[in-house]
């Protein structure tokens, strides 16, 4: 038998034939995964407490091959997370995690740092840390993992490397930042102001514990926001069907 043992969040699970779960979770150390949970609606020895939307478990699975479903063995509670679903607006961030996770990393493609940044979000999320400001670390930093890091260098128009004054304006075709005189600020192109640079650079870069102690103004949100927006929304093609419920 080729039995692993994982840490893994529960993304998404849902009834499969009679005694049944299919169950998609995202492991350590393989990344996304789909398997099912043999009487996993009845068996509460196997599975006690912790097949549930959002928990961390240690999951026992056996891998079966490309693109077949993997078989769930059993499971050990680590983290139940119920801040996540104390309330609609945690809850609906919840989702759009997940929703942006699924997107960005197929069934199978490994990321470590994804599923520490998936945990480092639930965990304070959980801790009832402020939603807009959790929401824009995840995305900015699951982005950046995803391959899709925004450009905060240089001015991707005359080159020019930014030196952390003036404004910068935001370029959604390439993914990085102009100066003024090779684009002009508007809906499709937001500025940023120096600070706001500076942060976002560091959000992208830095590991969550430190991300998380920035200490962002609401005028970094102001600006930060539609640049996010902009950004995902043209990289991803659309937007998520669980961004309805945040905005
Ligand atoms: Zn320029």
Same mark, same amino acid.
């Given at each position: 038998m080729n039995t692993h043992i994982s840490p893994a969040i529960i993304m998404r699970i849902k009834e499969f034939g009679e005694s049944d779960l299919l169950v998609t979770f995202f492991t350590s150390d393989r990344g996304r995964l789909k398997g099912v949970a043999k009487g996993g609606r009845k068996s509460q020895k196997r599975f006690a407490n912790c097949l549930d939307l959002f928990c961390l478990a240690n999951l026992e699975y056996e891998l079966k091959r490309k693109g077949d479903l993997h078989f769930l063995h059993s499971c050990k509670l680590v983290? =139940?997370?119920p801040g996540l679903r104390s309330d609609f607006t945690s809850l609906s961030l919840a989702s759009y995690i997940i929703e942006l996770t699924e997107i960005l990393f /197929? @069934?199978?493609?490994?990321?470590k740092e994804m599923f520490e940044l998936l945990n480092n979000a639930f965990v304070a999320l959980n801790e009832g840390g402020k939603t807009d400001i959790l929401r824009i670390l995840f995305e900015a930093k699951a982005m950046a993992l995803g391959?899709?890091?925004?450009? @905060? !260098?240089?001015?991707?128009?005359?080159?020019? /490397?930014? =030196?952390? !004054?003036g404004r910068a304006v935001f370029k959604r075709n390439k993914g990085c930042i102009a100066c003024l005189k090779c684009e002009r600020e508007s809906k499709h192109s937001p500025g940023l102001g120096p600070d706001t640079v500076k942060v976002l650079k560091l959000i992208q870069a830095s590991p969550w514990s430190e991300a998380e102690k920035m200490d962002l103004n609401d005028e970094m949100i102001r600006e930060i926001k539609p640049v996010i927006k902009l950004h995902m929304e043209y990289r991803i093609g659309r937007r998520l069907k669980t961004a309805e419920y945040l905005d």
């Amino acid at each position: 038998m080729n039995t692993h043992i994982s840490p893994a969040i529960i993304m998404r699970i849902k009834e499969f034939g009679e005694s049944d779960l299919l169950v998609t979770f995202f492991t350590s150390d393989r990344g996304r995964l789909k398997g099912v949970a043999k009487g996993g609606r009845k068996s509460q020895k196997r599975f006690a407490n912790c097949l549930d939307l959002f928990c961390l478990a240690n999951l026992e699975y056996e891998l079966k091959r490309k693109g077949d479903l993997h078989f769930l063995h059993s499971c050990k509670l680590v983290h =139940a997370f119920p801040g996540l679903r104390s309330d609609f607006t945690s809850l609906s961030l919840a989702s759009y995690i997940i929703e942006l996770t699924e997107i960005l990393f /197929p @069934l199978g493609v490994t990321d470590k740092e994804m599923f520490e940044l998936l945990n480092n979000a639930f965990v304070a999320l959980n801790e009832g840390g402020k939603t807009d400001i959790l929401r824009i670390l995840f995305e900015a930093k699951a982005m950046a993992l995803g391959g899709y890091k925004i450009n @905060l !260098e240089k001015c991707c128009g005359c080159g020019r /490397p930014y =030196a952390g !004054e003036g404004r910068a304006v935001f370029k959604r075709n390439k993914g990085c930042i102009a100066c003024l005189k090779c684009e002009r600020e508007s809906k499709h192109s937001p500025g940023l102001g120096p600070d706001t640079v500076k942060v976002l650079k560091l959000i992208q870069a830095s590991p969550w514990s430190e991300a998380e102690k920035m200490d962002l103004n609401d005028e970094m949100i102001r600006e930060i926001k539609p640049v996010i927006k902009l950004h995902m929304e043209y990289r991803i093609g659309r937007r998520l069907k669980t961004a309805e419920y945040l905005d």
